[in-house]
């Protein structure tokens, strides 16, 4: 797994979400080097990461984060990799300080039980649609990501660019990535993690309700959220200063 290690102070993960790369915290990435040793991770299949068959599976992928990353850092994840944030957490409690979750939930699709959160036809639509056409179906969900923010041609641009820098995600683990979307519900660790924990989410975000603020805050009363008026669900890219803002306090306090 490829990891890159740059800037200095007290460690600091960074998981990027589906479809990504590490390459998308580049403007974030800048300010927090500053203050802390950023471990920018690209899993399995994505970035300079390479893939085997299973490398996806949320079991597999958290017993292999434990063997690359420190024993003891400041947790960030974005997406998909809040969702896998969530599960290292509740497996090694004692080597997270803190965990920031950015446009991330416990459970991404809709239950009986949530209503905060996507049909799951959403999400089997990508994942048909990535057999017929992989660099169209990636596009449509850049445009989701960023639909109805502010600045969303800016951040659409700035993901495009940023993600190009590194070569295409493989197929089977965008695929391996839906199935953990799709399949995967933390609830019950989030409500039993520990460690402090802060949600920041845009109040524009397509992909995860602002209500999921609320419906986590019943599972976890403990939680500290925020949420970003006029951001989608890349805010680190069109508000990355108001979320370095609220990263870094969270993190030194």
């Not at 997406?79 to 979750?101: D, M, N, T, W």
């Not at 991404?108 to 990508?126: L, N």
């Not at 993690?193 to 309700?209: A, E, F, N, S, Y």
């Amino acid at each position: 797994m490829h990891i890159k290690v740059i800037g200095q102070g007290p460690d600091l993960v960074m998981l990027h979400g589906w479809s990504m790369n590490s390459a998308v915290w580049h403007d974030l990435a800048k300010g927090l080097a500053e203050h802390f040793t950023l471990h920018l991770v690209d899993l399995p299949g994505h970035g300079q990461s390479e893939w085997q068959e299973g490398a996806l599976e949320l079991d597999t992928v958290v017993k292999t984060l434990s063997k690359v990353l420190p024993e003891s850092a400041y947790w960030l994840g974005w997406s998909l990799g809040g969702l896998i944030s969530i599960a290292f957490a509740s497996r090694f409690p004692e080597r997270i300080k803190k965990l920031l979750l950015l446009a991330a939930t416990p459970c991404f699709v809709k239950q009986a039980d949530w209503p905060c959160a996507m049909d799951v036809d959403v999400f089997k639509s990508f994942s048909d649609n990535l057999e017929q056409d992989q660099t169209a179906t990636l596009h449509r969900f850049l445009l989701l990501q960023a639909r109805g923010a502010q600045y969303s041609h800016d951040t659409i641009r700035t993901l495009t660019q940023q993600i190009t820098v590194e070569k295409p995600p493989v197929s089977d683990a965008l695929n391996a990535g839906l199935t953990l979307l799709i399949e995967t519900d933390l609830r019950a660790q989030f409500s039993a993690l520990q460690c402090p924990v802060k949600m920041v989410l845009g109040d524009r975000d397509t992909l995860i309700p602002k209500q999921m603020l609320e419906c986590s805050t019943q599972l976890n009363p403990k939680l500290t959220t925020v949420l970003l008026a006029g951001a989608g669900h890349a805010p680190f890219i069109s508000q990355a200063t108001n979320c370095q803002q609220e990263i870094e306090p969270f993190f030194n306090d």
